[in-house]
């Protein structure tokens, strides 16, 4: 066998390797961000309810006062209130728990805005810190607070 055809065919049996491996904690969660964001941005309850883990507490500057129906019921309130809604996730960082690698942190810089047509009735800007626990191989969000 010829020594390129050969090393052709190691490349593509170790990039056939590398296709079928599991993604990292890190690259999961960072799915799962995308996702929380495409969910909003598409005005999709279950979509972000999902995201939520059943012992979620979140709030504004430490206070953790909104649990998962509270979510819930902000989410139908910003949903009925805002037909377009967009929202850019910048400068994420995201921390594995190098003990328990099912817990994370993650922290991000989010621009949020609603309105009825092509201008936004309300814009905020936020930095957002978050607390995620895997859960039967889905990260969910079980602390969320933003500032």
Partial sequence: MKPALATTIALFVV??????????????LRESIRELETALAERSPGGVLDKLAESFLGGSSGQLDMDKEGAQ?????????????????????VEIDPYEPA???????????????????????????SRWREIDGEWQITRLQWH
């Fill in 103 to 129: 817990l994370a942190q993650a922290t991000a810089n989010v621009a949020l805005a609603g309105g009825e047509r092509l201008i936004p009735n309300s814009a905020g800007f936020y930095r957002v810190e």
């Fill in 15 to 28: 990039l056939l390797a590398a296709c079928g491996q599991r993604q990292g904690p890190e690259q999961a």
């Fill in 73 to 93: 019921k902000a989410l139908a309130v910003y949903f009925l209130r805002y037909h377009r809604i967009r929202v850019v996730v910048t400068q994420v960082e």
